[in-house]
């Protein structure tokens, strides 16, 4: 059984070029959720979705990211022009929920790195 | 908005001794969870914390919950080299957002 699948594992950017993630969640699994981290900082929540439709995106940015799940494919973090501040970590997880509580499964990250 | 607190933020241990992270949040809050992160790497589950009261334990290292508290504390016995990690515990309130703390960093030494 894979687990939750990302790709690129790292991406490499200049300042202005649009970045695209990308997220297979575990098999059965219908809700993806994108963090990001900075180094030495914790995890931030950033979005969370279901397929077709966006649950809560209080987390990110107003302006240059979007994220989607279609019904068919990956889940899709897209940062347009980005900044050196944009270079992190970003993990996504797909959530479980088949017990009562709803325990979420990482997948490996995507490093960007913006020059 | 949800804070998650994390106490020490680094930790360095002699292998063979016992030491507790704790972890403090600022609202009510049943679900718990504890994740271990290595350098480079993505997170592992540790454990889930359901109810107030709850402890759970794998190996050298034990889990517990008080929600009346709003604290959590992730209990390390007898430690070794390979529990060197970054421990991150995270608080679930609306079923929509997670809230991660600031992460412990854990050094264990010789």
């Known amino acids: 059984n894979a687990g939750v699948m990302q790709n690129p594992r790292h991406l490499v950017r200049r300042r202005g070029q649009e970045a695209r993630l990308r997220c297979s969640p575990m098999?059965?699994?219908?809700?993806v959720y994108w963090y990001r981290q900075l180094p030495e900082e914790g995890l931030k929540f950033m979005v969370y979705?279901?397929?077709?439709?966006?649950?809560?995106e209080s987390g990110m940015p107003k302006e240059r990211f979007s994220a989607e799940f279609p019904k068919e494919g990956p889940s899709i973090l897209r940062i347009q022009q980005v900044v050196r501040g944009d270079s992190a970590a970003y993990f996504c997880?797909?959530?479980?929920?088949?017990?009562?509580?709803?325990?979420?499964?990482f997948g490996p990250g995507t490093r960007l790195t913006v020059l | 908005e949800l804070k998650v607190e994390q106490n020490p933020l680094f930790l360095s241990m002699q292998e063979g001794k016992n030491y507790t992270i704790y972890c403090n949040y600022s609202t009510t809050s049943d679900r718990l969870y504890w994740y271990r992160q290595d350098p480079g790497k993505s997170l592992e589950s540790l454990f889930v914390?359901?109810?107030?009261?709850a402890v759970k334990q794998e190996g050298r290292l034990m889990a517990s919950l008080d929600t009346k508290a709003r604290l959590s504390t992730l209990h390390i016995t007898a430690a070794v080299h390979d529990l060197s990690a970054t421990y991150f515990c995270a608080v679930d309130s609306t079923g929509n957002q997670f809230y991660f703390g600031t992460g412990t960093s854990l050094t264990v030494i010789p």
């Open positions: 914390l359901l109810s107030n009261g």
């Open positions: 997880a797909s959530l479980a929920g088949t017990s009562g509580y709803n325990e979420q499964f």
């Open positions: 098999k059965g699994h219908s809700h």
């Open positions: 979705l279901q397929k077709e439709n966006i649950i809560d």
